[in-house]
């Protein structure tokens, strides 16, 4: 029987390039779960086989919402779920905590409930994130997954709780799920809001000069291991299909370039047709705190599943600029600076 699997945040940067991934290398039936109004813009290349019931069902409704997950989940039964819906932005989550901790936590409760009152034998990928591990010491970096959580903004607070929520219904249901701290992954439809992204998309509107050739930062120190999400995705895939996993694993996974924003910034300017650009920090980016050595010690996920990234820092930052690049092209100047 085809299996089938549900993703949380199907609209989103990984989401989406996840059903990328599964539609090309399963034979899977593919549900979504999005909200009323969500953008459309990251899976409209698959309208055709959505608006024909091929592989691609959609369902409306909110992680916010156990009601609305209660009918999506009497109707399907899954036997895959990764659960990426999420307030993302950890520069919106100064903003906006409790929405944050709204979506990320309550959100993860209701997604895991449904989970066990409707499909108990599902494989589960409940996605954390690096940012659980915050202001890590020199001393302690690579991180590992044993390496103590010190959250550094409200988004990391509530994926410190999605985590251990993960693992308490794996330890106290005995619910297979598998917990990931994908450490920076980027790529086309990263949000606009993480630095790479901000410096691809001013660096695209600078060359239709619709922006002065002055690229505004944050914080240039931070360190970062960066991934491309299309790695990322396929990581996900084999966490949920690798047979030898514990129930109630967590994983730290990442790339293996590793530089600072600067280092990224100006790798993105170099690739530029702008030979003019400069860069300045603009105070209102820079965050309350940072986390700012983010260095994974992925052995335990290779071990597991075989995983090596296969793009490399300049493929993903030429496609990263491109996406943007084509963006700028089709929408002009009708971007929010932020
Ligand atoms: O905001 P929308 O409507 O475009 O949908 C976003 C979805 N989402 C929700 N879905 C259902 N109920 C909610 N209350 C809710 N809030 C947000 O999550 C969107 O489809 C997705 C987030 O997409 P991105 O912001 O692009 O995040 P990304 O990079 O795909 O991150 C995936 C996962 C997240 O758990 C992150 O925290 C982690 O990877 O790093």
């Not at 967590?250 to 003019?276: D, P, Y």
């Amino acid at each position: 029987m085809t299996e089938t699997a549900f993703i949380t945040g199907i609209t989103g940067m990984v989401g989406s390039h996840l059903l990328d991934f599964l539609l090309e290398n399963t034979s899977w039936n593919i549900h979504g779960l999005l909200r009323w109004r969500s953008p459309l813009d990251n899976i409209s290349h698959h309208v055709s086989k959505i608006n024909n019931d091929d592989r691609v069902f959609l369902h409306y409704g909110d992680i916010t919402d156990y009601a609305s997950l209660e009918v999506i989940f009497k109707l399907q039964k899954f036997d895959y779920v990764f659960h990426l819906a999420a307030q993302s932005y950890p520069k919106t989550s100064f903003d906006a905590p409790n929405n944050t901790y709204q979506t990320n936590i309550i959100g993860t409760e209701n997604v895991l409930k449904a989970c066990l009152s409707f499909c108990p034998d599902a494989t589960i990928h409940n996605c954390s994130s690096s940012e659980v591990f915050g202001r890590v010491p020199k001393h302690l970096v690579p991180i590992v997954e044993d390496t103590p959580f010190h959250p550094a903004s409200p988004y990391a607070i509530s994926k410190c709780s999605a985590d251990l929520i993960g693992r308490h219904y794996a330890e106290a249901y005995n619910l297979r799920v598998l917990t990931t701290r994908m450490f920076t992954h980027t790529g086309p439809r990263r949000g606009d809001v993480f630095m790479e992204s901000t410096f691809a998309k001013q660096i695209a509107l600078i060359e239709r000069n619709f922006l002065p050739p002055v690229v505004k930062t944050g914080n240039l120190e931070s360190i970062r291991t960066i991934a491309d999400v299309r790695d990322a995705v396929k990581a996900y895939f084999l966490l949920v299909t690798s047979q030898n996993i514990p129930s109630g694993s967590v994983f730290n996974i990442g790339g293996t370039f590793t530089a600072s924003v600067k280092t990224i910034l100006e790798k993105l300017i170099s690739l530029s047709t702008n030979k003019s650009i400069i860069h300045q920090i603009d105070p209102s980016r820079i965050r309350p705190i940072d986390a700012d050595l983010q260095i994974p010690n992925t052995k335990k996920f290779k071990e597991f599943t075989n995983w090596e990234p296969n793009y490399s820092f300049d493929q993903t930052m030429r496609d990263l600029l491109e996406y943007w690049r084509q963006l700028s092209s089709t929408y002009g100047n009708k971007f929010l600076q932020r």
